[in-house]
């Protein structure tokens, strides 16, 4: 039997493009999808919708992050996270600079397959991310964090003070978690932290770097534990992203944390 939400109106709908309603369109083709329920939201490189869905095993209701081709000409100030990247072949590598629309359609794909390899990477390691179902080019269907609306991001919660140091130790512990599998974030901050049920979700990975090609990752990864733990001021944590970056990247070096193959 559908849920209630299943059988509500989806004015949201009207809102997706063509392009995107043609991403879904795939997964309703191929039988994982049902029905599109509304925006999560329209950001810069990507819209979140909730979706019904129907798979073996699968949840009712999955988020879907359809990737926009033509707006990744800046996605992310893309040369600091690609440093140490090989893009496919000399055609390929020549289209993605040059930009053109082939490019960018190649472009979109390989942030999709990072993302997607990232997040199945992860949540199999027991981070707590989404669990990523399926990919195509352009859209990934993943787990929906919350209700019938999505969960919060943590800029936007008041936490209660006996919750916020677990939460931020549990940042903690997801940033010592990705570095075991040889990934930082590289673009975390509050806006990237969802909180259902009092825990953390951290989403949005298609930047993340591995720090044995990467020689940006260690100020990246300074630069997420200082985003994290600037915000955990406003309950009055005095947390030191600093101590903790140095001390987790000397045991990361020494081997003490990298206990995974990673994605190599
Ligand atoms: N699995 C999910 N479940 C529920 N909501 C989600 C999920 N993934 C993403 N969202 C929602 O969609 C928003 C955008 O997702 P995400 O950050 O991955 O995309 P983005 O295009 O990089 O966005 P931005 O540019 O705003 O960072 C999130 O802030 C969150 O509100
Ligand atoms: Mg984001």
Known sequence: MPSPSENTPAPAARLVDQEDLDALQEFIDEGVLTRVLGVVKAGKEATVYRCAA?????????????????????????????????????????????????????????????????????????????????????????????????????????????????????????????????????????????????RPLVIDFPQAVDPRKNPNARSLLERDARNICRHFARYGIEADAERFVSELWRRYRLGEVGTFAGLG
């Not at 960018?104 to 027991?126: C, K, P, Q, T, Y």
């Not at 080019?137 to 991001?153: K, N, T, V």
């Not at 919660?157 to 978690?177: F, K, M, Q, S, Y």
């Open 54 to 198: 129907r798979f073996p095993g699968g949840p009712p209701i999955a988020a879907v992050k359809v990737y926009r081709s033509a707006g990744f000409r800046d996605f992310k100030n893309s040369a600091v996270y690609l440093e140490g990247q090989v893009i496919g072949n000399g055609q390929a590598r020549r289209a993605v600079e040059k930009k053109t629309s082939a490019g960018r359609e190649i472009a979109a794909s390989m942030w999709v397959n990072r993302e997607f390899d990232v997040l199945s990477e992860l949540h199999s390691g027991g981070a707590d991310v989404p669990e990523p179902f399926f990919a195509t080019d352009r859209a990934i269907l993943m787990s929906f964090a919350g209700g019938e609306a999505a969960a919060p991001q943590l800029q936007h919660v008041r936490l209660a003070h006996h919750e916020a140091g677990p939460l931020l130790d549990r940042l903690l512990w997801n940033i010592e978690t990705f570095l075991d599998h040889h990934l930082v974030h590289a673009d975390l901050s509050p806006f990237n932290v969802l909180v259902a049920d009092g």
